[in-house]
């Protein structure tokens, strides 16, 4: 502000200068041009003291806040390790989950995580860095082997809805977090029905936004000491992309399915589809807002403005 006033007053001077050189030339007397020059600097200070936004007093204004929970469901079993999509799928996953960060939700929400086959789970928090910390630590490494299943980190999820209603104005009844679900994995299950907890998330109102990861066609398991993953019988394991599960999660609570592999990449649909989610209102208060006058300095400098052009100064007499 201070470089933009120094500019006005150096261009005003400019135009003095040149104004009496012209007016001495021409035999104008100063003070025949000199009610111009009040009406342009009067103009000129008015369009400063509007820029500058003088507020007299306080209005009150309302202010909604909404919630919304996010919960990253990511899968860690070892058919995660498979190299399909590059350079694993879960590398893959962390990857495109950590250039989305705090953007996932498209404004200030909590997010929780849970790493699937297992109950452990980070709490929802407002602290986007420590979500950036729990993506980066994932690894299928951090869990013993044993059987995959959806059906255990959805439960979870489902006992931490049922407490959770917000605060809502006085005299209206709780209201329900707008909660959603994005679980991130290669669709192999092989743990219980999951049409019952499917069934109780949809009566949640909680969407569940699913990404595939992974191919049809699949690929070996590679092991951390060399060679790759066999079955009980000896046979090498070929672990391919399960759609079904994650497209019957998706369809039956209201929510999107995407694949990610290396010649598709539905982050970006899901991205957009979560940002245009809405929240749940919270709660409606007002706040003291100072009131900002600025519209009448503005009004003042374009009515002097007006005044500068309407009128006239006579330089050469007939």
Do not use: C
Request: glycine share 10%.
């Amino acid at each position: 502000m201070g470089l933009a006033a120094a500019l006005a007053l150096l261009l005003l001077l400019a135009h003095l200068r040149r104004s009496s050189r012209l007016g001495r030339a021409l035999g104008s007397r100063a003070r025949h041009r000199g009610w111009k020059l009040a009406l342009r600097v009067l103009a000129g200070a008015a369009l400063l003291a509007a820029a500058l936004g003088p507020a007299l007093g306080v209005s009150q204004q309302p202010v909604r806040t909404a919630g919304k929970d996010v919960w990253l469901l990511v899968d860690v079993s070892r058919s995660m390790d498979a190299p399909d999509v590059a350079p694993t799928r879960l590398l893959r996953a962390q990857a495109e989950l950590q250039q989305a960060g705090g953007t996932i939700s498209g404004r200030p929400a909590r997010a929780g995580g849970v790493r699937r086959r297992r109950r452990g789970a980070m709490p929802l928090t407002y602290d986007q860095e420590a979500v950036q910390v729990f993506i980066s630590t994932l690894r299928t490494s951090l869990l013993p082997s044993g059987p995959t299943t959806l059906r255990a980190p959805l439960e979870l999820v489902l006992s931490r809805l049922a407490p959770s209603p917000v605060a809502a104005p006085a005299g209206t009844a709780p209201l329900p977090r707008a909660t959603t679900l994005v679980v991130v994995s290669d669709g192999e299950d092989f743990g219980e029905n999951l049409e019952p907890v499917m069934q109780a998330l949809g009566r949640t109102g909680a969407r569940v936004y699913t990404v595939g990861v992974g191919t049809k066609e699949g690929t070996k398991i590679p092991k951390a000491g060399g060679g790759f993953v066999k079955d009980a019988r000896g046979q090498l394991v070929e672990s391919r992309l399960q759609e079904g599960p994650l497209l019957q999660l998706s369809a039956q609570t209201g929510g999107q399915y995407v694949e990610l592999n290396n010649k598709q990449n539905g982050f970006g649909p899901l991205l957009r589809s979560l940002r245009t989610m809405q929240g749940a209102v919270e709660q409606v208060r007002t706040v003291p807002v100072a009131d900002n006058r600025y519209r009448y300095p503005l009004a003042a400098a374009l009515l002097l403005l007006a005044l500068d052009i309407a009128l006239t100064v006579t330089i050469i007499r007939p």
